[in-house]
């Protein structure tokens, strides 16, 4: 039997929500994945497929066009994205990420601009933060935003940015003070159309193919001063203040990641046979995989621990930098192991676990590597 889907407390009452977005993964997403590994993005219309049915801006207020749900809305969407195998649509970045930076910190009148579009699909978001010289040190980006008139004017350049080679609004981290160090950076929405804004390449990645992860560069790009959100300087306080909710889906992903391949494993253990009988009869296959089931059952109640915290107002910069920090050693872990069971084939692109293999590897990187989680843990200890 594969493990059960979760039956976390946090997602009661969300059956509608989950099988909702169970049928678009397996419908929209799951049979296209190898069509958008080889061109590195997915279809622009996905976006607005996704909008359509409701699956876009979940936990954004009804007032601004969302949903009117909670991270728990999307945390079941994240899942069921996860257990379906896909790693192309770029929707936790969209949805969990881009959309509340503009619902905590952009103006009234931007609000109700963007977050309708957000929610309709006619609008993808992207955030740029990294640097091709600047990675976790987030102080230490380079890109400029000097004020003249009623305008930014921004130069610079930003890699390995998720949803950039389809974004229509990129939110982007800059210093408008140079010499004030983390007090020096803001954040400015940049729509992509503007005079100046340019996409370098999409990406050549070990794993997450079809994600269209892309360069952008800013030439004396002139935005309305109106885009900034909320004040000049805040800019890494509001990444610090969104930081644990970035990292607690990348846990969320994680946990629904190592489930799925567990349940892979055993399916295929039990149907392969060596020597005359299923390898799942073999003391190691059993000994390996129910090692793996235990990883999973641990993990997914600190996942659950945490989400709740969330859902409270009360998950911590520690807490979170914990749970990604545990569920993404532990995924890359379990899935090695599900792989070896596989043998030969497991080292085949078009096995499921093969993917999971290279895609899973990105998790202990993205969003502040393990090494920053534990630099972030020890502070508080």
Not at 77 to 88: I, K, P, T, V, W
Not at 227 to 244: A, R, S, Y
Not at 256 to 261: D, L
Not at 309 to 334: C, I, S, Y
Request: glycine content about 10%.
């Amino acid at each position: 039997m594969p493990l059960p889907t979760p039956k976390s407390a946090w997602a009661e009452g969300l059956d509608d929500v989950r099988e909702l977005a169970r049928t678009f993964c397996q419908k929209e997403l799951a049979p296209n994945e190898e069509r958008w590994s080889a061109q590195k993005h997915v279809e622009r219309e996905l976006w607005n497929k996704a909008g359509e049915v409701g699956l876009l801006a979940l936990s954004i207020p009804e007032e601004y066009g969302g949903g009117g749900g909670t991270f728990a809305h999307e945390a079941v969407l994240y899942e069921e994205q996860a257990r379906s195998g896909d790693s192309a649509w770029g929707v936790t970045v969209h949805n969990g990420i881009v959309a509340h930076y503009i619902l905590a910190y952009a103006s009234e009148e931007k609000k109700r601009e963007w977050l309708p579009k957000f929610a309709s699909g006619e609008m993808v978001g992207a955030i740029g933060m990294t640097e091709p010289g600047t990675g976790s040190d987030l102080q230490g980006i380079k890109t400029r935003a000097v004020r003249d008139g009623d305008y930014y004017v921004i130069n610079g350049a930003k890699t390995f940015i998720t949803n950039g080679g389809l974004a229509d609004l990129v939110v982007v981290a800059v210093k408008t003070d140079p010499d004030a160090g983390a007090q020096g950076v803001s954040l400015i929405g940049v729509p992509t159309d503007t005079p100046g804004f340019r996409r370098g390449r999409v990406l050549d990645k070990v794993g997450l193919k079809g994600q269209d992860t892309a360069e952008l560069f800013f030439d004396d790009v002139r935005v309305p001063a109106a885009n900034l959100l909320g004040e000049e300087g805040q800019g890494f306080i509001q990444m610090m203040q969104q930081l644990p909710q970035e990292r607690l889906i990348i846990a969320v992903t994680a946990v629904a990641g190592m489930e799925a391949a567990i349940d892979q494993t055993i399916a295929y253990t039990k149907e392969r046979t060596a020597f005359g009988r299923p390898i799942f009869k073999f003391q190691n296959t059993k000994f390996k995989l129910a090692e793996a089931a235990t990883e999973a059952v641990v993990a997914r109640a600190f996942l659950d621990q945490c989400v709740e915290r969330h859902l409270r107002g009360e998950l911590d910069v520690q807490g979170a930098a914990m749970a990604k920090l545990w569920t993404t050693e532990r995924v890359n872990k379990v899935v090695d192991d599900c792989l070896q069971l596989f043998g030969g084939y497991g080292y085949m692109t078009e096995y499921p676990i093969a993917r999971a293999w290279t895609d899973v590897r990105i998790n202990r990187i993205f969003g502040g590597t393990s090494e920053i989680m534990k630099e972030v843990i020890s502070r508080t200890l």
